[in-house]
């Protein structure tokens, strides 16, 4: 059986004092049935891992450059992320895409480089609005499979997320028989490529909030959430978690 996941993106929110809120949502997990996963700015990284070592969650990155070094002012490579302490990263977010105009093929290049470190790879893909209402969603998540997605992945190596860019912080949610669809879509498509595609991982990221996670979680090939906002306070994603838990 495929391990849920809750997985949490701070994005660009977060100074020392936010450490406090990690430890207090550790300690409020300290045996989950789930996985737990934080991905803070880059800057909390090192202090993250020390602020939970006593307890089953992981830490990890927001992004990392395709180049493991090199003049690359800004950027981060996934052995950087590694020597911090971090175990995945996340790739090819809605917000990467769209503000940095970051394609498919440099997602890809990004999932190899990550995945050759050891690190797992949090893919994500989605449809903006316009191509929601012009009925292409299925074709955008088609291409960016296949484009995104290294053959490197497995299993162990790679976690996709599908994240309709329309209801990322907007508080609107894709109907169940929506979201349904595209999971069922996304496992055909990595059927018909890897052999362990049973056993990878599909969360769905858009809005998730303890309101209406519990109707998200009973879909068929949801296999937890990559959580925005709500991961910021304890109060707002535990009870997600505990969702998740309860859905097993």
Request: net charge negative.
């Amino acid at each position: 059986m495929r391990r849920k996941l809750a997985a949490g993106n701070w994005k660009m929110n977060g100074t020392r004092a936010a450490l406090g809120a990690l430890e207090a949502l550790s300690r409020a997990h300290a045996d989950p049935s789930v996985d737990i996963l934080i991905c803070p700015p880059a800057t909390l990284l090192a202090e993250a891992v020390e602020a939970v070592a006593a307890f089953p969650l992981a830490i990890g990155g927001q992004d990392c450059h395709a180049e493991i070094a090199g003049a690359h002012t800004g950027d981060i490579s996934a052995e950087m992320l590694l020597d911090a302490g971090a175990t995945a990263v996340i790739l090819g977010h809605s917000e990467r895409r769209e503000a940095y105009g970051e394609t498919s093929e440099a997602v890809r290049a990004k999932a190899k480089s990550a995945q050759a470190v050891g690190l797992t790879t949090l893919i994500c893909v989605g449809e903006s609005l316009t191509q929601r209402e012009a009925q292409n969603t299925l074709d955008i998540i088609g291409a960016q499979l296949a484009l995104s997605i290294p053959d490197t992945s497995t299993a162990e190596n790679c976690v996709i997320a599908y994240e309709p860019c329309w209801a990322i912080g907007t508080g609107l949610t894709p109907t169940p028989a929506q979201i349904a669809e595209v999971h069922g879509f996304i496992r055909a498509t990595l059927t018909a490529r890897f052999a362990d595609a049973g056993d990878m991982r599909l969360l769905y990221g858009g809005s998730v909030k303890p309101g209406n996670a519990a109707e998200i979680f009973g879909i068929g090939d949801v296999d937890g959430a990559l959580v925005g906002g709500a991961s910021l306070s304890p109060a707002d994603f535990s009870p997600i978690i505990k969702t998740l838990e309860a859905a097993l």
